[in-house]
DNA sequence: GTGCTTATGTAATGGAAACTAAAAAAATTC
DNA sequence: GAATTTTTTTAGTTTCCATTACATAAGCAC
């Protein structure tokens, strides 16, 4: 058993609420006060925890990518790579104009912006997103391996296009688009799609 | 001509140089402070002439959109629809990788995040964006009367597909995505285009 | 119970943020 | 040249920021 006095909070429940004010106000947005607001704890309790603001926010982001990036995998692990392909698209026109947390996927909102030297969170952020392209173009190669996917097929690329179609549904919910008009747009992204 | 001690220094030129601090830090991110001295004025100058910080970022996003908005219109006045978004994904792709500027359209990297009811400055991109999203419909609109597009075509949903993919181009190449690779996806993008 | 260790609440710290008061300076008008 | 108007410079102001010192509280080992 731990010594010393025990934690009076659960720090799983206080990053899910640290998470929702990053993902609402993005990093820079979220202040310290309505972080430890939203967590109902103090700033010590904060710091013992999660070693400050930029620790609390990359733990905020492993906990947005258990949470609300299942949907991927999900999607990835349809039986072809276009089924796989049109429901990651489908579920994150749903996804990202859900109601009850904020809109778009917080690995683009939360922190375009900063200076090449400076911003190590634009730098953790991008990564992220890179990581997500990789993703789906393994799954991609795979596809093509496995003769899913036509022999001319460009599985970097593609993966490269379907991701830019993601990115940029992010910014349309972020700018107040319907989950309607994402499903239009995700189906006419298909129609790119090479068979 | 004006009474009073003239003005030191070239409003214009002051805002080009705020431009682009906004560009590259993104509202919040641009402190009075980098923007006073890379404008070359003291604050109460700025305040003399652009009224406050927000003032000023609203006057700088007009020069954007004039300086680098032009190869839209110019895009846009191609021959026909299909020309003009070929062209205006394919521009898109320079633009938004050049050096000499931050990478990514400014409308969707100086800020995303915000509340819903706070940010006046979230909601002003926002709807600038959406205003760029309304040129391309009209133009595809006016292509559809001329008979330049298919009667089945749906210009609204066709400008959201293509305004989306020049957002998450923007997200691309604010990532570090080279002009190369955003060729590849405006190709790509164009395999869904009806004829 | 007495130590020991860790967490908590309160309150403060230094710094940076946006913005401005006040006086000096530079032009015009009379 | 004196009065007027506007800009500039300097030096603040207030507010908020992330972070922490410090004293107290709460659990365990003995």
Redesign the interface.
Known sequence: MAVGRPRAFDADEALDKALVVFW???Y??ASLAELTSAMGINPPSLYAAFGNKEGLFRRALDRYEEQQGCFIDEALAAPTAREAVERLLCNAASKHCEEGH?Q?CML????????EESSAIREE??AR??AGEDDIRKRLERAKREGDLPKTA?PA??A??V??????????A????TAR??K??AE?????W?D
Request: cysteine-free; hydrophobic content about 40%.
């Open positions: 609402r106000k993005g820079d947005g904020p778009g683009v909102t939360a922190g375009l912006s900063g200076d952020l991008a997103r890179k460009n690329a593609l490269r296009y991701t830019t179609v993601l990115r940029g549904m992010s910014v349309q972020a700018g107040g688009a008009e994402l239009q747009v006419m992204a298909m129609k790119a090479p």
